[in-house]
């Protein structure tokens, strides 16, 4: 049973920094992209950043210089250090995982609870 599990959100002030973590873990197999996405009421889920298996990363345009997305594939975890936070982040902040099958492709997508970001200013 693969399941994604983050940790790190909370209260901060403005001009503050938080850094999200996502474990994933109950499979064997390779995990090809991984995202970070937003969500807040009434809102449409936003695509934050994102990071392919090989490093590749890609942001949102509201969060270029100030987010950095990062991952440690010995510990199937992706990281999301936020830097510089303004009111406007605050959201639940979700990760997924794109699970490879044995010839590398992906063939299922997992998502995470999210975790809470509140940023007070």
């Known amino acids: 049973q693969v399941q994604l599990v983050e940790s790190g959100g909370g209260l901060v002030e403005a001009g503050g920094s938080v850094r999200l973590s996502c474990v994933a873990s109950?499979?064997?197999?390779?995990?090809?992209?991984m995202r970070w996405f937003r969500q807040t009421p009434g809102k449409q889920r936003e695509l934050v950043a994102s990071?392919?298996?090989?490093?590749?990363?890609n942001y949102a345009d509201s969060v270029k210089g100030r987010f950095t997305i990062s991952r440690d594939n010995a510990k199937n975890t992706v990281y999301l250090k936020m830097d510089n936070l303004k009111p406007e982040d605050t959201a639940v902040y979700s990760c997924?995982?794109?699970?490879?099958?044995?010839?590398?492709?992906?063939?299922?997508?997992?998502w995470g609870q999210g975790t809470q970001v509140t940023v007070s200013s």
């Open positions: 109950g499979s064997g197999r390779s995990i090809n992209a």
């Open positions: 990071i392919t298996g090989g490093g590749r990363t």
């Open positions: 997924n995982a794109d699970y490879g099958d044995t010839l590398g492709r992906t063939y299922r997508t997992y």
